[in-house]
Structures are given as structure tokens and as C-alpha cells.
């Protein structure tokens, strides 16, 4: 038992590392699945045409969205 006055030193909460970007904050974009390039069409002789994600704008990832960012739960 505390008695007024004396209080028990709070101890910080447990940060654990994120378990999607394991500590990074960055994790795999969604909508291209990690290319970076999303196929937009085809051209006139079928092939496929590329062009940069949206989502990531060329770059692969985003930022994490089970952690936001912080890399830390």
C-alpha cells in the first residue's frame, strides 16, 4: 500500500518493434506490390506499358500503416 504523498515510480509503457516493417516504418507499397510500376495498358503490338505507382511514386514503399511510420508498436 502507497501512502499519500509517496507514489510508485511509473515505469514506460513496452515499445515493440512492428511486425509488418519490422522496425523500419516503411513496408511494401499495396498497390503495386513492391515494384514500384503499375501496367497501364497495352501498345498496339500487345506488349504491356509500364508506368510509375501511384501509391509510391516509383520509390516501392510507403509508410507503414500498422505503425504509422514509427517503426515501433
Known amino acids: ?3 499519500p504523498g509517496h507514489q510508485k515510480p511509473q515505469t514506460p509503457p513496452v515499445r515493440r518493434r512492428c511486425h ?3 522496425g523500419s516504418g516503411r513496408a511494401p507499397c499495396q498497390i503495386c506490390g ?3 510500376q ?3 495498358g497495352t501498345d498496339g503490338l500487345g506488349r504491356p506499358k ?3 505507382c501511384s501509391g509510391c ?3 516501392r ?3 507503414c ?3 504509422g511510420g514509427e517503426g515501433f508498436l
Open 38 to 40: 503499375v501496367m497501364t
Open 50 to 52: 509500364f508506368d510509375r
Open 65 to 67: 500503416a500498422a505503425c
Open 20 to 22: 509488418r516493417c519490422h
Open 57 to 59: 511514386f516509383g520509390l
Open 1 to 3: 500500500m502507497t501512502t
Open 34 to 36: 513492391g515494384s514500384g
Open 61 to 63: 514503399t510507403t509508410r
